[in-house]
Structures are given as structure tokens and as C-alpha cells.
């Protein structure tokens, strides 16, 4: 069973920078492909950010956070960060990391396992 656990989340003012991990376990994850979600009160669960664990390190991301976020990964730690800079209240959400076996997509049904998520709050 594929466990992900994220962390890192935290208050932090406008203007700063948070990074966030997702440690997963339970798996081979070579083959799968990792996302970044988030989920603001009252909204659906984003898309941010997607890498696959193995070969080339092609990162896909949604418009509204080229240039302030980026995924990467740590093969050796079994580990995907998502480093957000310039936050935004609005950016204050329950961030969640999860994994799939297909090719990284901007949809949830696409991501087989999931964490429990992390709170970011962004004070103006």
C-alpha cells in the first residue's frame, strides 16, 4: 500500500516562501507520476504541479503558479517538494500531494493514492 505523507505547511506572511514534501512509501515509484494539489475553503481541489519519479525530470505546471512554484524530487529520499515563492493569501489552502501510475495529469481521478495534506495559510 502506497502511503504519501506531506509536510511543511505553516503560516507565513505575503511575499514569503514555504516548501513542502511529500514522503511516500509502500511503493515502486519509478514508473509513477507525482502531482501537487490544493484545496481552498469552499473550492474544488487545484491542480498545481506534476513530475514523473523516473527519467527525464519534465515538471507540468498550471498557469496561475508558473514562475512562483516548482516540484522536484529526490529519488534517493523517495521525496517530491513543491517550493512556492511570493505567496499569496490567496494561495492559503490545504495542499496535498499524490501519486499516479499513468502519466501526470491535471486530474484527480487520474491519482490512485493520496495524503492526508497540509495546511498553508498566507496572512496579507
Known amino acids: 500500500q502506497v502511503q504519501l505523507v506531506e509536510s511543511g505547511g505553516g503560516l507565513v506572511q505575503a511575499g514569503g516562501s514555504l516548501r513542502l514534501s511529500c514522503a511516500a512509501s509502500?511503493?515502486?515509484?519509478?514508473?509513477?507520476?507525482m502531482g501537487w494539489f490544493r484545496r481552498a475553503p469552499g473550492k474544488e481541489r487545484n491542480f498545481l504541479a506534476a513530475?514523473?519519479?523516473?527519467?527525464?525530470?519534465?515538471?507540468y505546471y498550471a498557469d496561475f503558479v508558473k514562475g512562483r512554484f516548482t516540484i522536484s524530487r529526490d529519488n534517493a529520499k523517495n521525496t517530491v517538494y513543491l517550493q512556492m515563492n511570493s505567496l499569496k493569501p490567496e494561495d492559503t489552502a490545504v495542499y496535498y500531494c499524490?501519486?499516479?501510475?499513468?502519466?501526470?495529469?491535471?486530474?484527480?481521478?487520474?491519482?490512485?493514492?493520496w495524503g492526508q495534506g497540509t495546511q498553508v495559510t498566507v496572512s496579507s
Open positions: 513530475i514523473v519519479w523516473g527519467g527525464e525530470r519534465t515538471a
Open positions: 499524490a501519486a499516479t501510475t499513468t502519466f501526470p495529469s491535471i486530474r484527480t481521478a487520474e491519482y490512485n493514492f
Open positions: 509502500g511503493g515502486t515509484f519509478r514508473n509513477y507520476a
